[in-house]
């Protein structure tokens, strides 16, 4: 074994026994609590956030206001897209799922199981790619964007929905995702100003 694969392995088995460790409260009041709340940053609640912020802007007539929501739409769908395209190429049995039973499996995706799921975490990748749209238009909200998806990503581990690994995947891909958005943005928006100047 490669020393590239020791550390590999080595890493998988830290971040099975953090996260594991972390769920073992998961059936308690306060974390089905927070399994609750943790749905406010499913893609629903995050698509209607963002569409009625852009139809906020429209109808109000606020560029500022329809260019987040543009972005934090855009920044969304496109953290989505990857998300999927990654799960169904990974089968990672989720926390919760192992400690109700269900065998664990890091291996070549195929299942379209929730329960072979885990890997990346979804909730955390739009998470991230809506706060980090929000800040780019609102700098001054920055640091409480940077919190609320902190949180979302946080409290993946103690509800037992995700491991670290997943998440750390899940911000990563919400942080392209925004960048890619914002790199098309400032390459299309100039040229789109000039056309319509002149």
Do not use: C
């Not at 739409?73 to 989720?94: G, P, Y």
């Not at 329960?115 to 609102?138: C, D, E, L, N, Q």
């Not at 890619?180 to 390459?187: F, N, R, S, T």
């Amino acid at each position: 074994m490669t020393k590239a694969k020791r550390t590999a392995k080595k890493l998988h088995h830290i971040d099975r026994a953090m996260s594991e460790t972390a769920a073992a409260e998961r059936q308690s009041g306060p974390m089905r609590v927070l399994a609750a709340v943790n749905e406010l940053s499913d893609q629903p609640p995050l698509i209607a956030l963002s569409a009625a912020t852009l139809a906020a802007g429209l109808v109000l007539r606020r560029p500022a206001l329809t260019r987040g929501g543009a972005r934090m739409l855009a920044s969304h769908l496109l953290a989505t897209a990857i998300k999927t395209a990654v799960k169904r190429s990974v089968d990672r049995t989720r926390p919760h799922s192992v400690d109700d039973g269900y065998d664990y499996r890091l291996e070549k995706g195929g299942s379209r199981s929730h329960h072979y799921s885990s890997f990346p975490s979804g909730h955390t990748a739009g998470a991230v790619a809506v706060a980090r749209a929000a800040a780019r238009t609102w700098p001054a909200h920055a640091p409480a964007a940077a919190v609320s998806a902190t949180a979302v990503g946080a409290m993946q581990l103690p509800i037992g929905k995700h491991y670290a690994g997943d998440v750390i995947a899940g911000a990563l891909i919400g942080y392209a995702a925004e960048a890619a958005v914002g790199a098309i943005e400032a390459a299309v928006l100039p040229a789109m100003t000039r056309r319509s100047a002149s």
